[in-house]
């Protein structure tokens, strides 16, 4: 880490409430018999045998919720164990005419000073694919992935990168957002894919010596039919990234919180031995797909017993969201997927673990207990992030 730690100023501030509005939704076992895994009620679950933080690293997806000022909720979210930040973009968000990186507010440049006076690590997403949409320049869209000229601009973009991110730590790259579910079992776009990332992740080894770098897929894809490409395509990365929301169909009901060992086993045995990170790990609390806040609750609870049982492959996990969305940032998410369904809405407006207007939820409290029993977070529940300390 950088080591700056200084009182928050005007300047700061502004900073935060700017880099506030760039958030978007986009996420070991060789201890597991030194575990002591008691049952537990979702009112209160039992103490059970616990592995210490180590070297890995919670993160929590500090949204902006309806009240309040960015720095006050970072200031919360640290206080919950919140050790490092991701943020992400789309390709075409940052490259707004062909070799021009002109974007109407630099939210890397902000987040790489808010960051640095944070003393707290960046894990950044730059998606030419985010999901289910292909994000690319519009000049270059119709072009394949692996085509030279794509390979290229998206080399100049990382250029651009290098010349924003000046002293924040970077904890990694990130190179695509769920990028199976544009794939949609097309082998001909895997194997486009495969090629135009062996390029880019070679590149941005030389841009940013020491920096991990990786692609993220959801848990599905880590099923039969595309492990043998996520093999192919996760040779030419340092760690794995996963998105996780344990939820059946697009979405549908939510799976039972104790799916998640079978889940983090299924990852875990899949692929090499290199390190793991959860981008997006979250679990809904609406009744309108099958779930409830104790539920949500439980569900954190479990995935801290699971990542103890593979905490030597298991990095990091990001917990999505601090804050649940508003309706009207649901209607864009709904616009921008081009998916609008009562569940998707419903997934999306209690992913978060406090309210939109910060009431905290059974979740937030039941994080914050894992976290601290374990040693994770920068700061004491007591001190001041104005402290400096």
Known sequence: MIPMRRRLSIRRSKLADRLAQSLSPCLLSTLAASLILSACTDEHPVAVSQIPKGDRVLAI?????????????????????????????????????????????????????????????????????????????????????????????????????????????????????????????????????????????????????????????????????????????????????VSYYPLNGAPGKVQPPEDVHADFQTVVDSISTKPIIYYQIGYPSSQLIGSSDKQQARFITEVFRAWDTHSDRIHMLNFQWMHEAPPTAIDGYADYFNYDTVEFRAFLGSIGLQSWMGEPKPAWGRLSEEARSRGFGKFDAGESIESGH
């Open 61 to 241: 997806q500090a949204n902006m919720g309806g009240e309040g000022d960015y720095d006050t909720l970072f200031a919360e979210a640290l206080a919950a164990g919140h050790e490092a930040q991701s943020y992400g973009w789309d390709w075409n968000e940052l490259e707004t005419a062909p070799g021009r990186f002109e974007p109407a507010v630099n939210y890397l440049a902000i987040a790489n000073s808010y960051l640095t006076q944070k003393t707290m690590s960046l894990h950044l997403t730059l998606r030419p694919i985010h999901a289910n949409r292909k994000t690319v320049p519009a000049d270059i869209s119709e072009l394949p992935m692996d085509s030279p000229e794509v390979i290229e601009r998206f080399k100049l973009l990382l250029d651009w990168v290098g010349t924003q991110v000046t002293t924040v730590e970077l904890g990694s790259i990130v190179i695509d957002s769920e990028i199976n579910s544009f794939m949609a079992g097309d082998d001909e776009r895997w194997e486009e894919w495969v090629r135009f990332y062996a390029a880019v992740a070679g590149y941005a080894r030389q841009k940013f010596p020491g920096t991990p770098i990786t692609c993220e897929t959801t848990f599905d894809a880590f099923s039969k039919r595309d492990v043998s490409k996520l093999r192919a395509m996760h040779q030419h990365s340092d760690i794995i990234g």
